[in-house]
């Protein structure tokens, strides 16, 4: 090994997967992190990063389900667009003008559930590989399964 790179201690969840390995070790933080993961729901877990939010476009004078528009009454011509994920039912909103519904750069508010969210902190000792990891153990053999 050269000289010249440091020696990580390796920090592991108690069933054996590596958190992000330059975290200091939290041994209280580890354990709210691998509680966290382990009773995320199937299906946060399988939106995690990946949400299915209705399209923006009206269909026969109506908002897709999931979507809706008010309008601001603080700010006139202003609208906040409400969208809620088909699968997991997390909202996004945001607030436009006529001219700029669609817009590069655009922030999104989330109303995180309960539960959603990692432990502050976590991002230090769970990897997006480690979520991934997670899917492929929860759901890999059912979809294997299913392949025709
Ligand atoms: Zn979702």
């Given at each position: 090994m050269p000289a010249n790179l440091a020696v990580v201690p390796e920090v592991r969840f108690s069933d054996g997967r590596n958190t992000a390995e330059a975290a200091p070790a939290d041994p209280q933080l580890i354990k709210e992190c691998e509680a966290w993961l382990n009773g995320l729901s199937d299906e946060f877990l399988a939106c995690y990063r990946n949400h299915n939010f209705p399209k923006l476009y009206a269909k026969n004078g109506k908002f897709p389900k999931g979507v809706s528009a008010k309008p601001v009454p603080e700010v006139r011509g202003h609208f906040q667009i409400w969208q809620r994920c088909r699968d997991c039912g997390i909202k996004r909103w945001y607030t436009c003008t006529a001219r700029d519904i669609?817009?590069?750069?655009r922030r999104y508010e989330y109303e995180w559930p309960d539960g959603y969210n990692m432990p502050r902190g976590g991002a230090s000792y769970i990897t997006w590989g480690m979520i991934l990891d997670e899917r492929n153990r929860r759901f890999a053999e059912a979809l294997i399964g299913l392949a025709a």
């Open positions: 669609f817009a590069v750069d």
